[in-house]
């Protein structure tokens, strides 16, 4: 049995006539730019600000330039450090030197990958502006202790959400606990675009101002350029599909939960670490990840049963080039150095079946089971 490692065709066939009419919309009304004044931007921002529980949506380009103008917005510039964790998408560090600061990397917390609080105090100078939590494959960081440690310095906390449309902390939605969040739209994540797409969430309106005129060369009206921002807009295309997509994600999510929970089941008592979901928060399951010392045996044989794998992220942050040159060393990162060794993405879509699940739960307990060969 094939199983892909996810399934964007099945997805488009299950609401292919919203979509081909919501897009057929934008093409006949020419309304393919345009920014606030684009319906289908618009439209999509105030759903997409209901759906989060902030007061401002601004769209844009990407999940990575989200964090970075966020940043901007912030002033935070050369001369500031900015706090990321170690195990993330490499978007997460990039922003933070895009606007001329230094990312300093935190640890994992075991167990959980997201960034450990407890690792946070001891990396704060006084250069220190800003956290950026990252809430990882669909699981909200820890961010009460975040919250503590960014109150007693004075830090801005911002959200790297783009894993995380929809979860919860304690009741709260990811991208409401910040100053302001980053939303990534990229075709794969929860919410997915057809295209590259992203947003920023904040209840701050001064914030949300600069941020809206940055990321559309700095002008509040047309030709009124107040500063010099640059061009990263929603366009109204990615806007219309999503504000379609938007209406199933609750539903989508729910399969993802379900499917995780056949997993969790087929495959509990294995030598395998299963994703823990600490009490009082709620998984999205952006990405099923487990751990075991035996990685490459349970991907080889995986890829043999025609299971698509995928490992996020083989090197954790501190270990890439860029910032290995700027002195970073893995002793510092035992936790995600050791995870990224360890970390294997299981096939996780909406759409997968309960056979294609229990294949994928066969194939690793014959690996990894009481009579495993690994
Ligand atoms: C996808 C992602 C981003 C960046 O989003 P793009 O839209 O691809 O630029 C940022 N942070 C994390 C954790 C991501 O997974």
Known sequence: MEVPFADLTAQYNAIREEIDAAIGDVIAETAFIGGRDNRFVSEFEARFSEFVGVRHCIGCANGTDALEILLKALEIGPGHEVIVPAHSWISTAEAVSAVGARPVFVDSRPGVYTIDPAGIDQRVTPRTRAIIPVHLYGLPADMDPILEVAHRHGLLVVEDSAQAHGATYKGRRVGTMGIAAA???????NLGAYGDAGAMLTNDASIARRARMIANHGQEKKHDHLLEGRNSRLDGLQAAVLTVKLRHLDRWTEHRRGHAARYEEALSGLRLDLPLVP?????????????TDAREELRNAMRSAGVATAIHYPRALPMLPPYLAAGCRAEDYPTATRDSRRILSLPMYPEMTNPMIDHVAAIARRLLGPNGTA
């Open 183 to 189: 939303f990534s739209f990229y075709p794969g994540k």
């Open 279 to 291: 009490a009082g928060s709620t998984h999205v399951y952006h990405l099923f990840v487990v751990a």
